[in-house]
């Protein structure tokens, strides 16, 4: 009987204490935010990688074309043998894949050739105009890495293949060869023009962030200009370089808009645009299977990265704080280093815009005289005899919608994201050493593995007939917010990390001790002081989204369509007078977003 | 108290029942089949004037069309019809289904009418499905076929031809299609790729069923009979034409440009929609139809013409239908469609100006069973060219 | 005022026992140092006292009332235990201005309008910070900082004052100046503080008594004097000295307490134990008596470098393969290589178990 009831008593202390735990947890904001983010970050990160493994390993109702007597959803090996090894593995997998392979390779050595020589001129030598030099330098990577592909169709366009000539033949008369106008060369360089700014970014920051101290330090023992570049600078800024590369690498291998346009008319296909052709025909099961290939090939790129250099918030801009620097005398070649910076950033930068400004401009495509300028395909009122009777962008209600489209999505997105960063910056935090903390950290950072088309593609399935508690959001402008959410979340959680564990410890801590609740220590501590970090998050998210083409080309629906997938439909069709013109609208509200981050950033350096 | 309870209980209990009830005796999709008076429930006659009525309370519809004309249709409608609006979406077939398949499984009701072509995808995974539903305006019953009044309209054909440059050529510079895969016109045959057209793809399926008549073709072009490194002589053709440096565009328009853009020395042929003539007759371009390459010049293209399941403006879709089907002389909503390269399915409209009569057109007609399900053995095949 | 009472607290942090089963009874109205190197556990047992830290297991006490315990299943959340803290980098709202960041508690603690500014402006007063009520945080010195931080801990009139190596950011000179304050604060409001420190002679100068604390335990509990002069063992006597006190190996024969450097040293009868083979004997800088000529009980020692500070002289001197830190006043003229004689003050020697480094005997 005791020995009973003393059991009784035991069980009911154990019971109070779990009581206890739940009451504490619940007090626990951030453990109750951590648990509910994990629920989620698992079903929207976790659960679509699930659904697209299991669509490869069934047999789906387009099978039926294949072989006419499988049941939909038994278990099957099929997709997987047949591209892998097929028939038409050759052209399906392995082509595109050597062919993703040898641009991303391609790409990220001349951007990180380009970048690196450009960020040190700018950072670490007496070039002239180094503000504007990097102000210009890094415009590209605020732009669609597709808006200099359009501009090279512009210039080089062969009178074979493109039918009208581009400015190249105009000016020299002569055609371009099929090489330079399409295929893998242009593909690579187009990339490279783009993908150059974001090694720069990080390099430059790098650069700025080594101490003049220690190169200092080496010349005091005697060391020349070219040693201390060699065994100081170079070794310090080595992992940001790394990064850069492989970095660049990764997003290659997801680009799609740049192979869409130059690859096609010569039959190139890469990985993404083969996935594209999948999806478009409604072979999911091989897009999934490219997709998942994809992804693999991320993930062991982004894995060597954090290998590199073991700490993986680095794939973040690295912010350097200003060190005293000395700068490198250029010396007898400064002239000339100033005329191929000068020329470079002309040709690379400046030229791409002119010209597919220039395009929107001529009524007939390719007659570059000004007898052929026009206004008509942005104010002109419906003409049958052109763009298939549309009206100019401007005067458009599709593509002023299309316009609204993309901002409200690029809005929507960039605030969601921002107050979700904020929140599992908030977790991560508080809970840095603890199992929650690290778990919704690294879930958060799983998206940026997911090359954009391939996310696309799985949320296009996942969410397109309703699965749990959410309906069904095909065709909905919801699916594009939830799809841009996600993929940007890594992003904006690392800006949301480091502002919280800036002002999540002791300020928070003080406002507890003063009795605040959670929710006002939420409202009148953190929000408020995350406020600037938060905004120029917001900015860059949405500029991100923007910009944004590869993630939402098969989630839009007619009524959802941005600026960036009526380009992609508009220069499929041929009208690439009108499809230019909207890139050009677009690049315009990019660059006017960009000036404002800049001012928001500005300005928060001088508060703080 | 307790008798309360059990009779709000009962009552609850009742109206619950009351509701399924309701929901068992008539799915949604019937009630709207009723409401549009569609399908099973659609009436020998229309009464257009009440349509119209209906049509303004709903007060727009929503058309996909694989043909951006429907811009111009946008402005004839509302002229004709005020105080709807027509929201047009210029969307590839392939589109275009993908996104009334996923719409509907999504319950998402979106669009109202569909304009498009690959008539072994409308028919297979369309029609036979129920997502979209056929609508015959009595009014043209008569003047139509028997193949495009059922199981779904059609439109108008179009078809995509062998075209040349005929500033630089007087007569066609080919005289069959085997002529293309010979060496002078390496790298210049210009075709839309076919991951991207429906049309294109039925087009290149069409020759490989008709592999008899190229294998024909084919001795008497070169006098021998064809060595077969694929199954047949049509695929041995697509091989041979891909070999041959063929250039994939991304549109007809673009192939149109190329072909047909004046001043050219050396100019490209392309197999290309018909229906681009227009350019011609404006002057902007100059290209004519090869129409005497044998065995065909091109290969037919009906588009049809459908109201999408439970369409939320199905009276303003009925409307928009009619008008679209158009008159004897080609007017109304047919004039956008009433152009050289296109013709109405309907047997009592007169031939566009400037344009031979279809019946003089040697193109073939795609057998959409057979495409249906060749379609995936055609995509292997294809990419094994790449 | 309420004192506070830990029964047996513990806290891990991952394996790491920060905290290991402490327990200290805090009176009401005393000031009380926690002192320690970094990683003893001191700010963790302030936190856990705030409520900012929840304890794996224990009691804690706050006047009557019982804020944690693990049997009871009991924790009251920060803003409900009665407590005012200052932390080690002010936590001063940077977004509010001074007048903001003292109203703040008030405010949420749903105080009238005018009573908040009465009694911010009694709390600036008390700081003698008036007249920067609208200026933001960035804009004041350190010290003014530190004196805002002081004002918003009082503001709100709390029974405890909570305070996390307050003065370790601000420079030498103010941190006598804020010493100062806080000490005079103490006073005249008589709250009971609990105070973080490493820094031993701000423990000896504030505290009314001091805990001593090393690897999560605490090693001696006692008024700073007591502390100061007989410390309980040997972490606690080489914390407390600065400079470093002597420490010279030795043993006891015979009831006598011999030691390398000096010899045999008298101790009162019975304090020893009879034989012990292996103590230490320490002896503070300022114990040790230094004189010219031989006096009876001195060793000869020769001088290896003067060190003047100021106010003292620290010497240190080798006397049989020993090296002596010694204090001296200022007027001491000693030179180096001298030669001089040295003999501990009576009654100054404590004697540790070499083994247990805990006291034998102290007052030798």
Redesign the interface.
Known sequence: MRAVSQGYQMDSVTRAYALYRVRRFLQTPYKVAGAVLIILLAYFIIGPLVTMMQTTLTWQSEDLRYAPGVSPGTLTLFHWSRVLFGRTSASMLWKPLMNTMAISVGVSVLALAIGGVLAWLVVRTDLPFRHLVSELAVIPYSLPSWVIALAWIVVFKNRQIGGVTGLFEYITGASPPNWLSYGIIPITLCLALHYYSFAFTLISGALSSVDAELEEAAEMVGATRAQILRKITFPIVLPAILSALILTFSRAVGTFGTPVFLGLPVRFYVLSTMLYANMENRFVSNAYILALLMILISAATVYANTRIIRARRSFVTLGGRGFRRRLVKLGRLKGIVTLLVAGFLAVGVLLPLVVLVWQTFMLIEGDFSPSNFTLHYWIGLPNPRFAEGEAGILRNPMILGGAWNSIRLALTTALITGVAGTLVGYVVAKGRHTLLGRAVEQLTFLPFLMPSIAFGAIYLTMFSRPHWIIPSLYGTFSILVLTCSIKSLPYSARSGISSMLQIGGELEEAAEVAGASWFTRFRRILIPLSKSGFLAGFLLTFITIMREMSLIVLLVSPSTRTLTTMTYRYNEQGLNQMGDAITVLLVTLILISNFAIKRVLRSREETS | MSRKVLLSVLVVLTLVMLQAGLAWGETPQEKWLKDAKLGPYAPAAEDWQAIYEAAKKEGRVVIYSMSSRVFKLKTLFESAYPGIEVIPYDLPTNTQIEKIKREQASKVYNADVCLLTGGSLIIHDLVKSHLLWNFVPPEVRDVLPPQYREPIMGHHISMKVVIYNSEKYSEPPVKSLWDLTKPEWKGKVLFKDPFRDTGNMEWLMTVIQHSEEMAAEYKRVFGKDITLTTENAGQEFIKMLVKNGLVLMSSDGDIAKAVGTKGQKDPPIGICDYGKMRDVIDGKLVFNVAFDVKPVTGVFQPAFLGIVNQAPHPNAAKLLIKFMMGDKQGGLGLEPWHVPGNYSVRTDVVTPAGAKPLSEMNCWMPDFEYIYYHTAEFFDFWLSLL | MPGIVLKNVSKK??KVAAVNNVSLEIGDGEFVALLGPSGCGKTTILRMI???E?PDDGEITIGDEVVFS??K???V????RN???I?????????LTVFSNIA??LE??GVPKDEIRRKVQAALEMMQIQGFENRYI?EMSGGQQQRVAIA?MLV?GPGVF?MDEPLSNLDAKLRLDMRAEIKRLHADLGRTCVYVTHDQVEALTLATKIAVLDKGTVQQFAEPMELYRVPANLFVAEFMGNPALNVLHGSVREGRLVVEGFGELEAPAGTLPTAAAGVIATLRPEDVLVYRTHEPGSVEARVHSVLPTGPEVIVRARCNRVTLTIRQSPESDVKPDEVIYVKPRQGAVNVYDKRSNTLICACV
């Not at chain 3, 932390?87 to 977004?95: I, R």
């Open positions: 942090f991952g705030a409520g900012l929840e693990r049997r299943g009991v924790f959340p920060p803003g409900r407590v005012g803290m932390f080690q980098n002010y936590a001063l709202w940077p977004h703040f508690g949420i603690a960035n918003r709100t909570l």
